[in-house]
């Protein structure tokens, strides 16, 4: 049995397609692969259908991930009972996706940082413009989710 991830973010065009294939080589380098299903989504309609942002894009792609079939989505209730764990990037994520969903009951939301000895919210660089930042949180935010769900 596969173990299904969401990440989600609000227009899914950088931080969780960003966590979803940085998860993806992690699990594919520590040869887990077979074991995970790894996805993204948004809370907000906005870019539904878009493209991975180009900043990065271009840092996945310098990473050697392909992401050029990613095409942003909605997340939706049916998600909540479908994947183990929905894993957001910021306190407004768990707001959006609340809504959403109505509520938490099943435990299945988990903020990525607060996995990592730093917990937060990972930075949006969509507002930020600081795309590295981003990146360095949302690989330290990655290897504490797989090493919790691997130990």
Request: hydrophobic share 35%; charged share 30%.
């Amino acid at each position: 049995m596969k173990t299904k991830i969401l990440f989600v973010c609000h227009g899914n065009i950088c931080r969780s397609p960003m966590a979803e294939f940085v998860m993806k080589k992690m699990v594919g380098e520590a040869g887990l692969g077979d074991s995970f299903e790894i996805a993204s989504a948004a809370t907000s309609s906005e870019e539904i259908g878009n493209g991975v942002y180009p900043p990065v894009r271009r840092l996945l792609n310098a990473d050697g991930i392909d992401c050029s079939a990613k095409k942003a989505r909605k997340m939706t209730r049916h998600d909540y009972d479908y994947y183990d764990h929905i894993v957001y990037m910021d306190r407004y994520n768990e707001a959006n996706i609340l809504r959403i969903i109505g509520n938490d009951d099943k435990g299945k939301l988990c903020r990525l940082l607060d996995l990592t000895d730093i917990p937060g919210d990972i930075a949006d660089p969509w507002y930020s413009g600081d795309f590295e930042l981003t990146w360095r949180q949302v690989h330290d935010g990655c290897s504490a989710l797989l090493d919790s769900l691997t130990r």
